[in-house]
């Protein structure tokens, strides 16, 4: 009778313990009781500047609507963009699934406050996962990098643009491409006294399914070998790669920015001081006078000269085309022994066209006023022809150009530096770069670095500074 009594009392308590339990349960879920687990986390792999970027969260066990969230304040940079609540199911279990969209108008890492959920009235914060938040590929540019490598293909430390080197030793110049979808081809061209091999070319050149994928890292396209045959300053060789960008445009771009300097192996020293034994500078006697010399003896003629036949292409560009201007300056060059270049165009029609395609588009309006249409189209047509014409016709006037005095043409601007480029004094040139004191000049693809006073530029200064009568 006894132990029957105690019996009862277990079981009692047994049942009162799983009630207490159920109830707990019911009204406490356990995910509600610890989020330690849960995160915000973005859906795609790559985020950019500009596109919405989506975040999930799913928290099983819970029905939406006892869940609630609160944006809390964001860094600068980001933006909530909107937010959505729904259910799922997945392998047997059930919850809410909560999208959240968010934009970012500068690249960088960000770090989102936690957000704040509350859960059939209980607050918990989740916290967001950190996210990396890359350029628009659409608005970027393609770009080569270069890199370079010793025979032993240990890779070469480039100092101010300058890639040291020895005579007669290979260097490998390893070609990597970023930003851009398709390469289409690569081009190069041989130097005078250096050897320039391409070694290998990647699967990604000119084939379909090279196509690449979007990536911060630059991708290798090619390799190539240079070897220097004599002492001297090389610019870098000309390759020049035509690829396809992020939005679909085609761009062409070059290997600029890079000089290699050769020395024999037994130099001591770059500069002026250099210790060489005797043979070996007999042996390269030709090396050691020749390149220097040949820049020094360059010819320089009277600067009034210049900036006469300057002058004259100034005027030439103020008046109207086949002018008795452009034909005092073709007799001028005919006098200095120069083969005339192409004509200056000239501003006055770059004014007509402007005008007419002003005009065009003020009669375009006038013309869908008064319903002719056919007429206005054809007004739009004519004025979008003027002005894509008067933009082309006028992009040599954006250019800076101007007349050479002659003199030393140098491979990077230094006044120690060896000046081997020949560049005929009077040379008509495009001015590609600036520094304070220097000129980047290029005459049909050649090209090399002049003092500033060594170039007369065009402009319409020299109609008041020099007269002509």
Not at 212 to 237: N, R, T
């Amino acid at each position: 009778m006894e132990e029957s009594t105690e019996s009862r009392k277990n079981r009692f308590a047994n049942r009162l313990l799983i009630l207490f339990t159920f109830f707990l349960l019911l009204y406490f879920p356990c995910v509600a009781e610890d989020n330690t687990f849960l995160a915000v986390k973005p859906e795609v792999s790559w985020v950019y500047v500009g596109n919405e970027c989506s975040f999930l969260l799913q928290i099983p066990q819970v029905t939406p609507s006892s869940v609630r969230t609160v944006i809390e304040q964001l860094p600068e940079g980001v933006r909530f963009v909107s937010s959505s609540k729904d259910e799922f199911v997945q392998d047997n279990q059930s919850g809410t699934k909560l999208r959240l969209w968010f934009s970012f108008s500068e690249p960088g890492e960000y770090n989102i406050p936690d957000l704040t959920v509350y859960i059939k009235g209980k607050k918990t914060k989740i916290p967001f996962e950190s996210i990396i938040v890359y350029q628009n590929p659409l608005t970027l540019k393609p770009e080569l990098k270069v890199q370079f490598f010793d025979e032993n293909n240990n890779e070469i430390l480039v100092s101010s643009g300058v890639v040291e080197t020895t005579v007669a030793k290979p260097i490998k110049i390893k070609i990597s491409l970023l930003y851009a979808s398709y390469v289409l081809a690569i081009n190069w061209h041989l130097q005078e006294n250096a050897l320039f091999n391409l070694e290998k070319q990647y699967d990604v050149v000119g084939s379909e399914s090279g196509s690449l994928s979007f990536s911060q890292e630059a991708e290798p396209i090619a390799e190539f070998e240079w070897i220097a045959l004599e002492v001297g300053e090389y610019s870098v060789p000309q390759v020049e790669v035509s690829a396809v960008s992020y939005n679909g445009t085609r761009v062409e771009l070059k290997l600029v920015g890079f000089f290699l300097r050769a020395a024999l192996a037994e130099e001591k020293t770059l500069n002026q001081n250099v210790i060489i034994p005797a043979a070996l500078k007999e042996a390269f006697a030709y090396e050691f006078e020749t390149v220097e010399d040949s820049g020094r003896k360059q010819e320089v003629v009277d600067r009034d000269k210049a900036v006469k036949l300057a002058t004259l292409r100034a005027k030439e560009r103020f008046s109207l085309p086949f002018s008795a201007v452009a034909r005092e300056r073709k007799l001028y060059e005919t006098e200095l022994a120069l083969v005339s270049e192409k004509n200056e165009p000239s501003f006055v029609i770059v004014v007509v066209l402007a005008v007419t395609a002003t005009l065009c588009v003020i009669f375009c309006i006038v013309l869908f006023f008064v319903k002719r249409n056919l007429f206005a189209v054809a007004s739009v047509v004519l004025a979008v022809v003027l002005i894509v014409t008067c933009y082309a016709y006028s992009t040599p006037l954006r250019n800076d150009v101007g007349i050479f005095c002659g003199g030393i043409v140098r491979v990077v601007p230094e006044e120690k530096s060896q000046g081997s480029i020949p560049i005929p004094p009077l040379s008509y040139v495009k001015i590609l770069e600036k520094t304070d004191t220097w000129y980047y000049i290029d005459v049909s693809g050649t090209g090399g670095w002049i003092p500033q006073n060594a170039v007369v530029v065009i402009s319409r200064q020299l109609l008041t500074e020099n007269p002509v009568q």
